[in-house]
C-alpha cells in the first residue's frame, strides 16, 4: 500500500480545487443525503439533480414522504426508472416515522447496520449515509470509487464477483482515512466523476497521484476495472392496445400538431407482477410474445393492423420491442384488470418510460 498520508494529502487538495457544488454534499441532513443518493443510482447528477428538489420540495421531511401514496411517488419518479428504488425509498420512508414513535429523541437511523437494515438500501448507500451525515468510518463504494482504487493499486480483479468484491472491500478498508471518513468518501468519489473517468485521454499525464498510481506507472491504468461477462440481453414484444372511445370524433383532427384528445376515453392497466418489470405501473393493455416467430394467432391477426408507432425500449437486461395500435370503438371491450380512464388524465398516473415514448410520439402525429 502507498503512503495513505501523501495520498489524503494530494487527493483533498485536488477536492478542495475542483469539487462541484452539490446541494446534497453540503448538508448532513441524513434524509436529503439518502434521497440524493437513492436518486443517484443509475442516474445521471444533471438529471437527479432535478429530482431531488423537486422531492424535496414536495416532502421536505422523512414523515412528508412516509405520508404519501406510493402512486405519488411513483409519479413524481416517472422517467427515472428502476422503479423498485421509488417504491423502496417509500417503504423506508414509513418504517422509518414507524420507528420513530417509540424512539422520540432519534430522527433516523444512526448506525451502518440501521441504515443498512430499511429497504433498498445496500453496504454503498448505507456507507454514504453513514459517513455523509455522521462522519462514521465506512467506505462508500460506488462505480467511481471502484474505478480509482482498480487502477491506484492496479488490481486486475473482476469487483462484480463475489471474491472480487470482498477483495476491493478490504483494500478501500485499508485506504480509508478514519479521522475524516466524509472528506475521504466525497474527496475520491468526486475524482473518480470527474478527473480519473473510464476515458483517461492524457489525465494521467497532469494527475495529482501520477507518481503513485500503480496503474499509471504499468500501463494497465485504462484497462482497469474488469467487470464479470455481462449476461446476455432478453428480447420481448409487446403489442400494446390503444383503445379509444370517441364519440365525437376528436381524435381524428388535430390542433398545433397534436391529435385532440378532449373527451376521448381509453382504458389502462396496472401492471402486477413484482418479479416483472415495471411493477406497479400503469401501460395500455399489453399482450406479450415469446419471439418474433412464435406469434400466436391472435397476434398474427394483430400484425395486419397498422401499428400507430413501433418503438424499441432498451433496459439494462432486457431489450422490448413494442408495437402500438389504436381500436377506435363504440364500446370498451372488457379486459381484466383495465381501468377507463379520461386520455386528458393520463398525465395523473405513474407510467412506464415505454409508454411516455410511445404518447410523446403518438400526440405529435398531426
Ligand atoms: S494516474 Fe491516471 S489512472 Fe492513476 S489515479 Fe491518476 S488519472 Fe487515475
Not at 288 to 298: I, N, P, R, W, Y
Request: charge should be neutral; proline fraction near 5%; charged fraction near 25%.
Amino acid at each position: 500500500m502507498q503512503d495513505k498520508s501523501l495520498i489524503y494529502k494530494r487527493l483533498y487538495a485536488w477536492y478542495e480545487s475542483s469539487r462541484r457544488v452539490l446541494p446534497w454534499r453540503e448538508t448532513e441532513d441524513p434524509y436529503y443525503i439518502w434521497l440524493s443518493e437513492v436518486i443517484l443510482q443509475q442516474t445521471r447528477v444533471a438529471q437527479g439533480m432535478e429530482y431531488y428538489l423537486r422531492f424535496i420540495a414536495r416532502w421536505p421531511k422523512v414523515e412528508d414522504l412516509a405520508a404519501a401514496k406510493e402512486e405519488e411517488v411513483l409519479r413524481e419518479w416517472q422517467g427515472l426508472g428502476y422503479y423498485s428504488r421509488a417504491r423502496n425509498l417509500h417503504k423506508a420512508a414509513q418504517m422509518i416515522v414507524e420507528s420513530l414513535k417509540f424512539k422520540v429523541e432519534r430522527t433516523f437511523p444512526q448506525t451502518f447496520e440501521e441504515i443498512r437494515a430499511l429497504p433498498g438500501i445496500g453496504d454503498y448507500t448505507a456507507g454514504a449515509i453513514a459517513s455523509f451525515a455522521y462522519n462514521l468510518p465506512y467506505p462508500a463504494m460506488d462505480g467511481n470509487v471502484y474505478r480509482v482504487v482498480a487502477r491506484l493499486m492496479d488490481i486486475d480483479e473482476a469487483f462484480d464477483t463475489t471474491a472480487g468484491k470482498k477483495l476491493f472491500h478490504k483494500r478501500i478498508e485499508e485506504l480509508l482515512d478514519r479521522d475524516n471518513p466524509r472528506l475521504f468518501n466525497s474527496a475520491i468519489m468526486e475524482f473518480g466523476a470527474l478527473y480519473c473517468t473510464p476515458v483517461l485521454g492524457d489525465a494521467c499525464e497532469a494527475c495529482p497521484l501520477a507518481d503513485i498510481c500503480m496503474g499509471h506507472a504499468h500501463g494497465t491504468a485504462e484497462l482497469l476495472p474488469v467487470r464479470k461477462p455481462r449476461p446476455k440481453v432478453r428480447d420481448r414484444w409487446f403489442t400494446y392496445h390503444i383503445y379509444l372511445n370517441d364519440p365525437y370524433g376528436k381524435a381524428d383532427r388535430s390542433t398545433a400538431g397534436r391529435l385532440e384528445m378532449v373527451n376521448v376515453f381509453t382504458l389502462i392497466r396496472k401492471r402486477e407482477n413484482p418479479k416483472d418489470i415495471w411493477y406497479h405501473l400503469y401501460e395500455f393493455p399489453c399482450e406479450e410474445s415469446v419471439s418474433e416467430s412464435g406469434l400466436s394467432t391472435e397476434w398474427s391477426v394483430l400484425r395486419q393492423a397498422k401499428p400507430v408507432c413501433e418503438l424499441t425500449h432498451v433496459l439494462s437486461h432486457q431489450r422490448i420491442h413494442a408495437r402500438f395500435i389504436i381500436h377506435k370503438v363504440q364500446q370498451m371491450p372488457e379486459i381484466p384488470g383495465t381501468i377507463l380512464i379520461r386520455w386528458d388524465d393520463l398525465d395523473d398516473f405513474a407510467l412506464s418510460r415505454l409508454t411516455l415514448r410511445a404518447l410523446d410520439t403518438i400526440q405529435h402525429k398531426a
